[in-house]
């Protein structure tokens, strides 16, 4: 199952695949189809699956499970899944209610281990903010607590800010965000993506392809074609002169396939696993053909040359929203990890190595947490003492006594030198 690229989820002891199958639109419980696409994916070398209860009202989780029974467990992939949205078991409604009470997030974690055929959760994420009027400490709390008993192995949420993200990683560490995140929908790449990258939290995108947008075939005469029962059909990005845009923006990415030898899906899935702090991408598929459509996702590693031609088409067609790539400038950041606008003042910069020296540095240069390469080396996990005091709060992250930077020592001054992102 293994050979593709990794990447570690945050500071948890994960370390999954730069793609991972999405589980939405799974509706069917005894859907043959579904249960062979997961076992293709798996047998491709992805080895995690996000669903959540709401999905197919709990069937998506039963065709995880389903497909996964008779691998053996060594061979098995993480399995990620969300609660927060209930809907009527009865069937006499369709309404989904967003609810984040203990009692109920307590209840969901048992019927979704049952649903899934396990005794413990990979990562447990609260889907959305309630809108019971829970707030966000309690609901974060009780998360923290299946963690702390065994039922969950890592926490996470979906589909917050970073207001909520600082919150929550007040009362206890964020394992992870899931966000919407593709090339025509960047907001998130403003605040939460570099918080996240601050403070050693993964970032799980979904939807890297907007919904069909930025996939192969979709055209203006499909989108006119959409029913009333698809939610796209009264969605901006579908409609009018947007839509124009996105499909204009979709098209520039077709030179950039060629020069790859791959998909547009797999171009675009890449631009989002481009950005640093991103983690992961969620791509779904009911058939394993659409699957191997955005496979070579998994190795994909767009240039500095590709990166700047999908900028400039964003700014030539409009498609999507600012920023629109990442410049990557290099202050320090003070113990409790925020990004502060000055710069390595009082250290010689000739002593540090050109990737530090350089005010911008290009995003090619970076990890996929947006940390300096060369000062990576220098960084060591820690998740047992949390105390430490020369930790960039809630990272994990602890620098050790002697400075390093590559080969090279440099005053201790120094000791926090971080990649902060800016927007072009």
């Known amino acids: 199952m293994s050979g593709q690229p990794m990447r570690p989820l945050g500071i948890s002891d994960m370390k999954i695949t730069r793609v991972g199958l999405g589980g939405a639109g799974w509706d069917a419980c005894d859907d043959k189809q579904v249960i062979e696409t997961i076992r293709h994916a798996v047998d491709n070398g992805i080895n995690w699956i996000d669903t959540a209860a709401v999905y197919g009202r709990g069937c998506s989780e039963r065709l995880v499970a389903k497909a996964l029974a008779a691998l053996p467990t060594s061979d098995r992939p993480y399995v990620f899944t969300k609660c927060g949205h209930i809907w009527d078991e009865t069937g006499a409604s369709t309404e989904l209610r967003k609810v984040g009470t203990p009692s109920n997030i307590r209840r969901e974690i048992d019927d979704s281990l049952r649903r899934l055929g396990v005794e413990r959760i990979d990562l447990y994420q609260m889907h959305c903010p309630p809108e ?65 990258a601050d403070h050693g939290t993964g970032v799980l995108a979904y939807s890297p392809m907007q919904a069909g947008l930025l996939s192969d075939g979709f055209t203006r005469a499909r989108a006119e074609a959409l029913g009333k029962d698809d939610w796209r059909s009264a969605v901006a990005d579908f409609q009018g002169a947007k839509l124009e845009r996105n499909l204009a923006l979709a098209e520039s990415l077709r030179p ?150 590559g080969r090279r020592r440099v005053p201790k001054l120094a000791r926090d030198v971080r990649a902060t992102v800016e927007y072009a």
Not at 140 to 164: C, D, F, I, P, Y
Not at 310 to 321: L, S
Request: net charge positive; aromatic share 4%.
């Open 132 to 196: 019971d009027g829970t707030p966000l400490t309690a609901y974060w709390e009780t998360l923290l607590e299946l963690k702390r008993t065994g039922k969950v192995n890592a926490v996470g949420l979906s589909n917050h800010g970073a207001g909520q993200l600082a919150e929550a990683e007040a009362i206890g560490h964020v394992d992870s965000l899931q966000p919407p995140f593709s090339a025509i929908r960047r907001e998130v790449a403003r605040a939460e993506i570099p918080w996240c």
């Open 256 to 405: 950039i396939a060629r020069r790859h030898e791959v998909s547009v899906p797999s171009v675009a899935t890449a631009w989002t696993l481009s950005w640093p702090g991103v983690t992961g991408a969620i791509v779904g598929g009911r058939r394993t053909e659409q699957v191997d459509g955005w496979l070579s996702a998994l190795r994909l590693e767009l240039t500095a040359q590709d990166l700047t031609d999908i900028a400039a088409a964003m700014e030539r067609t409009g498609g999507g929203h600012r920023p629109r790539a990442p410049r990557l400038r290099h202050p320090l950041s003070s113990p409790a990890g925020h990004r502060q606008d000055r710069y390595l003042r009082d250290t010689d910069k000739t002593d540090l190595p050109e990737v530090v020296r350089s005010p911008i540095v290009p995003a090619d240069a970076l990890t996929p947490t947006g940390v300096i390469p060369v000062a990576q080396s220098c960084w060591k996990r820690d998740t047992t003492d949390r105390r430490n005091t020369t930790r960039s709060k809630g990272s994990g992250l602890v620098q050790s006594a002697t400075t390093c930077m």
